[in-house]
């Protein structure tokens, strides 16, 4: 098995296997949900790299166990380390910000621009058309309405509230992945 | 009626969100929740849900004036948060899909406000087109393509030059504009060609593949207006954004003179690559 990066040693990664779990095997396959999990984590946290973070993160609890630090609870220590790196990672953040010389708006956050709505219009068309009716319907009530639209869907769709909601969660992270792709997140390279 | 979740109410979860993100948790209990986010995947579910809700209710100004000040601060000191606040800014502004404003429509009343509805879009649909012909005959035959980046599988790594809501505030002084070239599709003509802003610094050029193409590896000539020039942009690997496979590249808007442009994709690896598909755009530089 291999570990896929090049700045993870191999008895590092050996020792992370031991710690994970007993069958090899096995271990590679705990390996794997852990990392989605940290990954997960950071994409919770709006990280914009999450899946270097999660790297990062158990190449740290890697680098430990080999040191011959005993882990009693990993999970709990393996969280310990992902907040670390969350906490790293934002003041790094806040840095480029206020380098960039446009760290923390004046105003608050209702009075900024708009993001573009052609943005948001293009994801939507990229969505299969069942899921992108789904969400203009979940979406499309306001206060008391909201409720009552959602539960009238769910009944009109055969399935329950909490499966509605989940279907809806799903379809809004890929609008999420694909707005903050559009909007620029990455600079563009002159050559 | 609150609406009740598995474990426990969807307030409480939004508030126990709101003290996590503000910071208002203690050490353990940080610790705690952090530990249940990384390994309980319904308590994970229910606080991603949480925080939409949040963000939903301060978007559509429904939150105490309480919480509202906590979500303003929080939202002044994380701009990961406030990416995502301007998702569910805009969900705010989403209209039901066609098919479910039919059935809103269902009764009388509905179906006579439905009527009243299609009369005023059908008036308001004639002004614009007579005010779009009368400027028509008035300016030059360009179009505007997009203003926006690009599809979320294609990005790269890098850190952002400036943050998105400012590029799309300030005219003039986009970055990048993207174009996407589908299969089979010209887009621009002699007549009606795709405009590209005065300051636009690059384009980067999406490229759709064919549905059956499986290569894994290709290459681009870029053939310029008057076949004047080619270039050729080597070892372009498709990325999958939805159900598409896509190719993209950037190329220095300044370099880019207006014109009738083709696109020729050719798979590559072998000593003779085979032409996969080619794509033609006019582009007319502002």
């Known amino acids: 098995m291999k570990t896929g990066r090049r700045d993870l040693d191999k008895a590092s990664f050996e020792a992370l296997l031991g710690a ?18 940290v990954v997960r984590f950071f ?4 990280i914009s790299f999450p899946d270097d973070l999660a790297d990062q993160a158990i190449d740290r ?37 206020e380098n960039l010389g446009r ?46 639209n959602r539960s009238r869907m769910s009944k009109e769709l055969g399935i329950s509230l909490n499966a509605l909601r989940n279907r809806a969660l799903r379809i809004r992270r890929e609008l999420q992945k694909c707005a903050e792709g559009q909007s620029g997140e990455q600079p563009p390279q002159d050559d | 009626m609150e609406e009740q979740t598995v474990m426990g109410s969807r307030t409480d979860d939004q508030e126990l969100f709101l003290r996590y993100l503000a910071g208002e948790l203690g050490e353990e209990e940080t610790s705690r929740l952090e ?28 939150l105490s004036e309480a919480q509202r000040q906590r979500m303003e601060s929080i939202l002044r000191s994380n701009p990961a948060q406030n990416r995502r606040f301007r998702l569910a800014r805009a969900l705010q502004g989403m209209h039901p899909p066609v098919a479910s404003q039919a059935r809103i429509g269902g009764s009388r009343a509905g179906r006579r406000f439905l009527w009243r509805a299609l009369v005023a879009v059908a008036c308001a649909a004639v002004v614009a087109a007579i005010i779009f012909f009368v400027r028509a005959r008035s300016r030059p035959k360009t179009q505007l393509v997009s203003n926006t980046g690009r599809i979320p599988s294609v990005a790269r790594s890098g850190p952002p030059l400036s943050s998105p809501s400012q590029e799309v505030a300030r005219p003039g002084h986009q970055p990048a504009f993207a174009l996407l070239l589908g299969v089979s599709v010209q887009r621009g003509s002699a007549n009606r060609a795709i405009m590209l802003p005065h300051g636009l ?19 681009v000539q870029v053939v310029f207006p008057h076949a004047a020039a080619t270039k050729m942009v080597s070892r372009l690997v498709p990325e999958e954004a ?6 993209a590249f950037q190329l220095p808007a300044t370099k880019l003179p207006s014109g009738d442009y083709s696109f020729k994709v050719y798979r590559g690896g072998g000593k003779e690559p085979a032409l996969v598909a080619a794509y033609r755009v006019v582009i007319h530089r502002g």
């Open chain 2, 35 to 62: 530990q249940r986010l990384l390994f309980d995947d319904d308590f994970f579910d229910r606080m991603e849900e949480a925080q939409n809700d949040l963000l939903d209710a301060y978007a559509a100004g429904e």
């Open chain 1, 103 to 148: 760290a923390v708006p004046a105003q608050a956050p209702s009075s900024q621009p708009e993001p573009a709505w052609d943005t948001i219009e293009h994801c939507l068309q990229l969505l299969p058309p069942g899921s992108r009716d789904l969400i203009q319907q979940y979406y499309s009530a306001a206060g008391r309405g909201r409720s009552e």
């Open chain 2, 201 to 219: 610094r690059a384009l980067e050029v999406q490229i759709i593949l064919p549905q059956e193409e499986s290569g894994t590896q290709f290459e």
């Open chain 2, 242 to 247: 939805f159900s598409e496979k896509l190719l």
């Open chain 1, 43 to 46: 994409t919770l946290h709006g």
């Open chain 1, 61 to 97: 609890l890697a680098r430990r166990l080999k040191e011959g630090e005993v882990v009693r609870n990993l999970p709990a220590y393996l969280a310990g380390i992902a907040r670390l790196i969350l906490r790293e990672e934002r003041s790094k953040a806040q840095r480029q910000e």
């Open chain 1, 20 to 37: 994970l779990h007993a069958d090899r095997n096995e271990a590679g396959a705990v390996y794997e949900r852990l990392r989605q999990r």
